[in-house]
């Protein structure tokens, strides 16, 4: 096997720590770009401005809409039913994984269930959240667990059965069992995949609860980004909509490089379960 060089080695493992601007400093940079080129598309009048707005009067119909506490008040609404269906469904992914890892037939009737549902699209089953619950928070609250369930129930239950054997006796001899050696050993063990399924779980969640409130209005009045979507959309009020679809991508950069990337920074990288 022929080594590379030691300074060829050394500029690899410089590009592996990242280059020379933070990876948000770079999607923020790609960002701005993206809006250059769309003010610019906009100013050439090639689409009525209605349906093709320019930047400036999206940043405009945002700062209006923050000034009027509009925007800030939809924007926290969403963020408490997210916060409130992500942890009830990562209570359950928990607890339904560690009582599969336990008991083998709690363990194919969860595969069983996995297999039917993680499949189904969590929009499919909001009319029937509405014929039961009727427009609501509640709703919207049961159709995040729904869909931030089954991805981290996967990443979970995956997680723990890869822990090796050796950890598992180690914890046994230690005298940990049942629920015990389920949280103390392999759950932090399972951490890598436990954070890939969150992620997953976020998304899904995000988008459900969005989805929701803008296509079927299920929030009711008192609704979040997606209602607010809803109405000016309604309304034909397109700067505003756009206004609205970029708070929701900042959450989402916000929560991915800003909460997820400092979590993995603190846990797994730290404690070098981190593959890089």
């Given at each position: 096997m022929r080594c590379l060089p030691l300074d060829l080695t050394a500029t690899i493992s410089q590009g592996k720590?990242?280059?020379?601007?933070?990876?948000?400093?770079r999607q923020v940079g790609f960002l701005c770009a993206l809006a250059l080129g769309w003010e610019l598309v906009a100013r050439l009048h090639i689409w009525p401005e209605l349906?093709?707005?320019?930047?400036?009067?999206?940043?405009?119909?945002?700062?209006t809409e923050f000034s009027q506490g509009e925007i800030a008040g939809r924007t926290w609404h969403s963020l408490s039913l997210i916060a409130t269906g992500l942890s009830l469904a990562c209570l359950a992914s928990f607890l339904a994984s560690a009582l599969a890892m336990l008991f083998p037939v709690l363990a194919d009737a969860l595969l069983a269930l996995m297999a039917v549902?993680?499949?189904l699209p969590a929009i499919?089953?909001?009319?029937?959240?509405?014929?039961?619950?009727k427009t609501g928070p509640h709703s919207?609250?049961?159709?995040?667990?729904f869909s931030a369930f089954w991805p981290l129930t996967a990443s979970i239950y995956s997680g723990l059965r890869s822990v090796p054997v050796t950890q598992v006796e180690a914890g046994r001899n230690l005298g940990l069992k049942g629920l015990r050696l389920v949280w103390h050993v392999m759950l932090p063990a399972a951490l890598p995949a436990l954070m890939a399924g969150l992620r997953v779980s976020w998304a899904r969640a995000w988008q459900a609860s969005v989805a929701a409130?803008?296509?079927?209005?299920?929030?009711?009045?008192?609704?979040?980004?997606?209602w607010f979507l809803y109405?000016?959309?309604?309304?034909?009020?397109?700067?505003a909509v756009?206004?609205?679809m970029l708070v929701i991508i900042a959450i989402g950069l916000f929560v991915e490089n800003l909460l997820f990337t400092s979590l993995e920074h603190h846990t797994i990288e730290r404690w070098g379960m981190s593959s890089e």
């Open positions: 720590r990242g280059d020379c601007l933070p990876k948000y400093l349906l093709f707005p320019p930047v400036t009067s999206i940043l405009g119909s945002l700062a549902l993680h499949p499919a089953i909001l009319p029937i959240l509405l014929l039961w619950f919207i609250v049961i159709l995040i667990v409130e803008m296509v079927f209005g299920a929030s009711g009045k008192d609704g979040g980004l997606g109405i000016r959309r309604y309304f034909l009020e397109v700067p756009f206004a609205g």
